[in-house]
Nanobody
Framework: QVQLVESGGGLVMAGGSLRLSCAYSGRTFSSYRMGWFRQTPGKDREFVAAIYRSLGNTYYADSVKGRFTISRDNAKNTVHLQMNSLKPEDTAVYYC?????????????????WGQGTQVTVSS
């Protein structure tokens, strides 16, 4: 059974920083990508960032480029999302996900397993 457990969410003032972590256990894929998405009530899940296990390629949504950094520790099956210069519009539930590589990195359908989500709230 694949499990993804996120941690690190919370309440922060605008301009502050948070670091999200996602620990992955269970079935391993020979090559896969891990991604972060976020969702607010009434809206679709939105792509934030993705990283590929094999080469470490990273991809970001335009809205977070230059502020967020995704990284991974393959030995520990962990992925992190460092979020700096946070804005109130970054407020959302953040989900990590892992996929076997099919589909597109920015599309939720390209991921096979999801974490339970962690709330990030940025106050103005």
């Amino acid at each position: 059974q694949v499990q993804l457990v996120e941690s690190g969410g919370g309440l922060v003032m605008a301009g502050g920083s948070l670091r999200l972590s996602c620990a992955y256990s269970g079935r391993t894929f020979s090559s896969y990508r891990m991604g972060w998405f976020r969702q607010t009530p009434g809206k679709d899940r939105e792509f934030v960032a993705a990283i590929y296990r094999s080469l470490g390629n990273t991809y970001y949504a335009d809205s977070v480029k230059g502020r967020f950094t995704i990284s991974r520790d393959n030995a520990k099956n962990t992925v992190h999302l460092q979020m700096n210069s946070l804005k109130p519009e970054d407020t959302a539930v953040y989900y990590c996900a892992v996929g076997s590589g099919g589909g597109y990195y920015y599309n939720p359908a390209g991921y096979d397993y999801w974490g339970q989500g962690t709330q990030v709230t940025v106050s103005s």
